[in-house]
DNA sequence: TTGTATGCGTTATCAA
DNA sequence: TTGATAACGCATACAA
């Protein structure tokens, strides 16, 4: 690939007048200017990043690291940022967690190499202080996305409002049981639970952390006793699924039991009967935190903490 | 962040020493080894992925150029090469084209500009020589997955041979009347038709290239008169939009109609009806194609192109 | 307005 | 076994 070197040498002229005129500077004679241009064209010239970035100026490259890209929520997460990204000339390197939290810190020694201008993540472990340790070794701004993590600046919604929001449209529409199915203690659960105990329900909730699907069923089966069950799912995935063991079941829907998941995946609404459930604003989660994300870079130094909690939305259908 | 000349400082020995410890290279004194080490340890160093690749030798980057990672199919595909790429040392920038050609082409710009060391693409057109001109400016291997592309290596599910296939399971289903939904002119279209067209029913089977859930509806209506109606949809999603619709128009699964989609995601065998589908070797492909691609790395020069279709199968649920 | 010189952090070549 | 030195491609400071 052609160098600015080579095109000095072939325009008659230096170097760095190369590296002006490529960089727009206008301090160039117009016919200097032009020649360099048409090799630049030419040879169809492509800046070579890693010289650019090892110069010390930008990599304009953003790490993004998520849990699991498989998971439809997150695919949708990823493309709003690459999205967002692009559009500020910033280029994405990829990881994949799969919420295994060595890989989360592997991973974070890999995007220092390639000194990435920022972080962009999906911290596994809300709560845990990790990741205040791992900002301050990278020495690059870091932004949560989605999830909020300790001593990071965090968009993202509030997860536990949302359970909030879920157990109070469940106990509106009638049910009296309630069960979460979800990957772990979570922030959702809390909410939810919190919720129901206000609400005077709080002995009537369990908490079901899903392995595989004869769990499902089995935790179903043993819930179900007389009262309507009010079933929160951690993600809609999980929402399908249930309603699948239900049916198995021969359990009616929203009848017997309630169904609402998370993520209002694209899927819910055509499923049957049409999952409800809780929606995030992922283009404008994505937007912030890329813009956080390059106020940071572009003002480095300390800064206060972002703490942007975005509001869930009940996506109600008829599974509840 | 810590460099190899400052190390060099610390351990009092000079910075091809420091390299040559990082890299491994026996011929060094024990002790001088174990004082680089232990310094580099101590301060945390990682290598400059920018100086590295600068100097000559790889990126150990991969650029992987999507057409829609919001795709369920494509965001397994994402993940895993993610995953095999890294089993091989690989980082992965990620591009979304959005099906946008315009974008494939300014996206494998940028991926000149970080000198990439090979290219992962699922080109929009199969059939266009694009691929051929870029491949050739790229001067980095390119292997093309899930689709072949004319004058790539390419390693993909032979598409036509799936629509034959779901034509015959379609046929010995005992429908007679046929329908294909899909974005646009597609291969798995070309292979339906010309087996249905073989099996006799050349003249019953129709193309609709969809836009929105409306449209479908309004085809689904035309398309069902008397005979019974075999439907192939070019992706889970149509199907899952198809099987919605005819619940719409209360017409009978699998008996006045049967919905065949494309990709096996993981949520049609939730589905009520179960969606039957095409399952395509996904973990295959990737294994295959970064495999491909770093044989093709490490072994530059004209080389063969690399024509390796996989094959689909059917996987049979209520649908059908 | 243009060119010369220097440095970024590596690897590689060559001497010592 | 170790250390000087050059080179990769660019941006920047400085000189002309």
New binding site residues.
Partial sequence: ?I???EIAKLA??????V??V??GN????P???ERVLACAKEHD?Q??AL??G????RTNLMGVLLTDISNGFFADVAKAIETEARKRGYSIILFNSNYNTESEREYLDVVRRYRVDGVLAVPIRETSMMWREYAEKLDVPVVAVTRSANGLDSVYVDHAEAGGMVAGHLVRRGYENFLFIGKEYDSKYIGFHRKLSELGYGDRAANVVYQDSPQITEALRGALHGRRLGIFAGNDIYGLRILSALRELQVSVPGEAGVIGFDDTMMSRYLNPSLSSVSQPIARMAQKAVSRLVYRIEHPGPCELLDDPLHAELVIRQST
């Avoid at 206008?26 to 004679?29: E, I």
């Avoid at 090892?54 to 100026?57: A, N, R, T």
Wanted: charged share 15%; net charge positive.
């Fill in positions: 690939m160098t600015m070197t008659h002229v230096s170097q760095p007048t590296s002006r490529l960089n206008m301090n160039v004679a016919e200097i200017r010239y800046i070579n010289a650019k090892l110069q010390g100026s």
